[in-house]
């Protein structure tokens, strides 16, 4: 059982964006201001916009969902329209390697279709997951901005559609155009925060860490179902793990307690969150192990 005063959700999810857990600005303000809880409707929102494009015909289809998705919007519809023709999709194979660490970073990527991850490994050798994006998301934005190395290894998880485009072709564009060049600069400060976010959840324990980084997954790639708020991401978890800072041991162990505890519910690869406040809760709450 959650031991101490319940917390209200939309109270905890703000702490957790004051700490750099919950980076999306649209959800915390979700919160403060509807129920059900917030990221469901932010899940539904997110999701809902992004996926409409995918049904499109190629060309216009790309175009909307650059511009209502993406730092694009930004740009006039001429020099989207210029970037689009100087840019190309790539389709990538779950397992393919989308870019490598230490390669000269000359493209910015923007995932269209699918879902990738972005990783590193410890001296050790152990695989240390940064970030799961998906549609909309971009990666690659440091390399393109300072024109050094890649900074991580980019993993298709799935069947995944690449838009890539050239500094040389970006960045005049950019510079023309303050406001998607602060766009750039915010999805960095957002990427950063999360980031320290973990570095910071690795001193907690095992329990807080694991609800942290479930809600972090939720609000970034959860939709509403009937049974609550769906994952949209399938992941091992050894992936999870590796995201967490956790074994697959621990990770399994964790996911069983709480579904004992109904807070959440496994569909194959998929994680379904069916108490938000619980976990909210719990990853507010020092947890010592008996």
Same mark, same amino acid.
């Given at each position: 059982?959650?031991?101490?005063?319940?917390?209200?959700?939309?109270? %905890?999810? #703000?702490?957790?964006?004051?700490?750099?857990?919950?980076?999306?600005?649209?959800?915390?303000?979700?919160?403060?201001?509807? #129920?059900?809880?917030?990221?469901?409707?932010?899940?539904?929102?997110?999701?809902?916009?992004?996926?409409?494009? #995918?049904?499109?015909?190629?060309?216009?289809?790309?175009?909307?969902?650059?511009?209502?998705?993406?730092?694009?919007?930004?740009?006039?519809?001429?020099?989207?329209?210029?970037?689009?023709?100087?840019?190309?999709?790539?389709?990538?194979?779950?397992?393919?390697?989308?870019?490598?660490?230490?390669?000269?970073?000359?493209?910015?990527?923007?995932?269209?279709?699918?879902?990738?991850?972005?990783?590193?490994?410890?001296?050790?050798?152990?695989?240390?997951?940064?970030?799961?994006?998906?549609?909309?998301?971009?990666?690659?934005?440091?390399?393109?901005?300072?024109?050094?190395?890649?900074?991580?290894?980019?993993?298709?998880?799935?069947?995944?559609?690449?838009?890539?485009?050239?500094?040389?072709?970006?960045?005049?564009?950019?510079?023309?155009?303050?406001?998607?060049?602060?766009?750039? %600069?915010?999805?960095?400060?957002?990427?950063?925060?999360?980031?320290?976010?973990?570095?910071? #959840?690795?001193?907690?324990?095992?329990?807080?860490?694991?609800?942290?980084?479930?809600?972090?997954?939720?609000?970034?790639?959860?939709?509403?179902?009937?049974?609550?708020?769906?994952?949209?991401?399938?992941?091992?978890?050894?992936?999870?793990?590796?995201?967490?800072?956790?074994?697959?041991?621990?990770?399994?162990?964790?996911?069983?307690?709480?579904?004992?505890?109904?807070?959440?519910?496994?569909?194959?690869?998929?994680?379904?969150?069916?108490?938000?406040?619980?976990?909210?809760?719990?990853?507010?709450?020092?947890?010592?192990?008996?």
């Amino acid at each position: 059982m959650v031991s101490g005063e319940r917390r209200d959700t939309k109270n %905890v999810l #703000d702490n957790l964006q004051c700490e750099g857990v919950v980076t999306d600005r649209k959800a915390v303000e979700t919160c403060k201001t509807s #129920d059900p809880p917030a990221s469901q409707k932010v899940g539904v929102k997110k999701h809902a916009v992004r996926r409409t494009a #995918d049904h499109l015909p190629a060309g216009e289809g790309l175009r909307l969902f650059l511009k209502h998705n993406t730092f694009f919007g930004s740009l006039s519809d001429n020099a989207l329209d210029a970037l689009i023709h100087r840019g190309h999709i790539k389709k990538f194979a779950a397992g393919d390697f989308i870019c490598r660490r230490q390669e000269r970073g000359d493209t910015l990527m923007v995932i269209v279709t699918g879902r990738i991850k972005v990783m590193s490994n410890s001296v050790d050798g152990k695989e240390i997951v940064l970030n799961f994006l998906g549609p909309g998301d971009t990666t690659g934005e440091i390399a393109v901005l300072d024109g050094k190395q890649r900074t991580a290894d980019v993993i298709a998880l799935e069947k995944s559609e690449v838009f890539l485009v050239h500094s040389r072709d970006l960045l005049p564009l950019l510079i023309a155009h303050p406001q998607a060049l602060l766009e750039v %600069v915010q999805v960095l400060c957002e990427k950063l925060r999360a980031a320290s976010a973990i570095i910071e #959840d690795s001193s907690l324990d095992v329990r807080r860490r694991t609800a942290r980084g479930l809600l972090r997954l939720a609000l970034q790639h959860g939709r509403t179902s009937k049974e609550g708020v769906r994952v949209d991401l399938k992941v091992s978890q050894s992936e999870l793990g590796g995201y967490l800072g956790l074994s697959r041991e621990n990770v399994n162990r964790q996911l069983c307690q709480l579904r004992h505890a109904n807070v959440l519910k496994n569909t194959g690869t998929h994680i379904i969150v069916t108490d938000e406040a619980a976990l909210c809760e719990i990853a507010e709450t020092t947890w010592t192990e008996q």
